[in-house]
């Protein structure tokens, strides 16, 4: 979809940041997502330019476009905040642009 934004998480960033909550055992909730934003499109775009797929690999839908309609309704705008981590050891790097494109 084009008209859902959120961001994204890359796994080799969690990782990291995993290891080092383990060390620090800092306690509580933390939620971790990479800076930036990006829509499910864009990612379906960069998974067709990993596969070596031609530039027509995935085509933007708006979520009312659905059919059948999902289930639960998302909001347009998922970003995670990120404000106690990134506080507490920095920002991950910005994963819409960083690790997507």
Not at 13 to 26: F, H, I, K, M, S
Not at 53 to 66: Q, V
Not at 69 to 74: D, F, H, M, N
């Amino acid at each position: 979809m084009n008209d859902q934004t959120g961001t994204v998480t890359v796994a080799s960033d969690l990782a990291r940041v995993l290891a080092t909550l383990v060390r620090e055992r800092p306690g509580g909730l933390w939620h971790v997502a990479n800076t930036g934003t990006t829509t499910w499109f864009d990612v379906a775009n960069y998974i067709g330019e990993i596969l070596g797929r031609d530039e027509g690999f995935a085509t933007a839908i708006a979520t009312s476009d659905l059919d059948p309609a999902p289930l639960a309704t998302r909001p347009i705008r998922s970003d995670l905040s990120t404000n106690k981590f990134t506080s507490a050891w920095g920002p991950c790097p910005n994963g819409a642009t960083d690790s997507l494109v």
